[in-house]
């Protein structure tokens, strides 16, 4: 089993910077690919942004030039540096992990973590 324990949430104000951890243990040497994902209140969770094992990041289109997703092998941690934050990045982030093994593919999630931008 993959645990994921997410930290580095906040307030902040809009135009603000916050970067948040994702510690990842158990299995984690199966795993393909990780990223975050955010749900504002009243909305559908939604990719924020992923690292897939090779490497390669994707980025959904409203946090393009803002966010970086980045990796610590070492430690077992990816991380999420939000800049330039705005209102409308409010919301509980949620890290994610996916493993595709013999069985198929699994998803894991953390407890995820309020990030607030206020104007």
């Known amino acids: 089993q993959v645990q994921l324990v997410e930290s580095g949430g906040g307030l902040v104000q809009a135009g603000g910077s916050l970067r948040l951890s994702c510690a990842a243990s158990g299995g984690i040497s199966s795993i393909n690919a990780m990223g975050w994902y955010r749900q504002a209140p009243g909305k559908q969770r939604e990719s924020v942004a992923r690292?897939?094992?090779?490497?390669?990041?994707n980025y959904a289109d409203s946090v393009k030039g803002r966010f970086t997703i980045s990796r610590d092998n070492a430690k077992n941690t990816v991380y999420l540096q939000m800049n330039s934050l705005k209102p409308e990045d409010t919301a509980v982030y949620y890290c994610?992990?996916?493993?595709?093994?013999?069985?198929?593919?699994?998803?894991?999630w953390g407890q995820g973590t309020q990030v607030t931008v206020s104007s």
């Open positions: 690292i897939a094992r090779g490497g390669t990041t």
């Open positions: 994610h992990a996916l493993r595709i093994g013999l069985l198929g593919a699994s998803d894991y």
